[in-house]
């Protein structure tokens, strides 16, 4: 494993498109899924890079869209559900259809979450996701349950921050960045992928396949990044440091 990776060099304006997670990357992780803060400063900084970059800016996130828009970040690019879906700022869009079985997954995960105390069911439009973070004991048991549901229904089991998900097969964060760079106003230009979690690896080797980089957010671990920032507020300092240069 790399033992050190240096910080990135700022965005070039004129030649990168950016990619960026939200959790962990963006905003700090917390407890419960709608616990996070996204500040109206980031929410600012983030139409004004896309501005700067002519909307050569997108989310790229396990969360689905519409949840992200209601978080503020509405007009911009955005890859949700872990690359199942993507839409670009002019309304441009792509979703997959609901995997079967997914009901069948929800109704479990829910009745698990619902007398395992601490576990904390997420439904999402095209997918499915139990947090242990608040009762880790539980955690190998929701992994468990996770796979069982995969083998019989053909899903993908995504692992994150003390939680796993259910989602369709085929597609992920790397399948989501190389369709929008094959699309105006991405196309053409250098990616630049932010992500903390082993979700996020398939993004940075796109990226690297496209001529950029990846950049890891976090501890040092084994990684496809070239780059590292070591917490979310180093993040928004490298955002805004680019932006005002």
Not at 10 to 23: N, T, Y
Not at 24 to 50: C, F, K, N, W, Y
Not at 165 to 183: F, N, P, Q, T
Not at 221 to 229: E, P, W
Request: with cysteine; hydrophobic share 40%; proline share 5%.
């Amino acid at each position: 494993m790399t033992q050190h990776l240096p910080p990135p060099p700022p965005i070039d304006f004129s030649g990168d498109a950016l990619f960026l997670d939200f959790d962990g990357t963006l905003v700090e992780l917390a407890d419960r899924p709608d616990g996070v803060v996204v500040g109206e400063q980031l929410i600012a900084m983030l139409h004004a890079l896309s501005d700067r970059l002519d909307g050569r800016l997108a989310l790229v996130s396990g969360r689905d869209i519409a949840t992200l828009d209601g978080f503020g970040m509405d007009g911009l690019a955005i890859a949700g559900s872990h690359g199942a879906e993507w839409r670009l700022a002019d309304g441009t869009m792509s979703e997959t259809a609901r995997p079967p079985g997914m009901d069948d997954a929800r109704r479990q995960f829910e009745r698990f979450a619902e007398t395992h105390d601490g576990v904390l069911f997420e439904d999402k439009p095209l997918g499915a996701a139990l947090h242990y973070r608040l009762s880790p004991e539980w955690g190998e048991e929701c992994v468990a349950l996770a796979e069982n549901l995969a083998r019989s229904h053909g899903f993908h089991v995504q692992h994150g921050h003390e939680m796993v998900e259910l989602r369709r097969a085929g597609v992920d964060k790397g399948v989501a960045i190389s369709d929008i760079l094959e699309r105006a106003p991405f196309a053409g230009h250098r990616p630049v992928f932010l992500g903390d979690d082993v979700t996020d690896e398939a993004g940075f080797e796109q990226v690297t396949r496209s001529g950029g980089h990846g950049v890891l957010i976090g501890t040092m671990r084994a990684t496809a990044a070239n780059f590292r920032l070591p917490d979310v507020n180093s993040v928004n300092e490298w955002l805004d440091r680019s932006l005002r240069n």
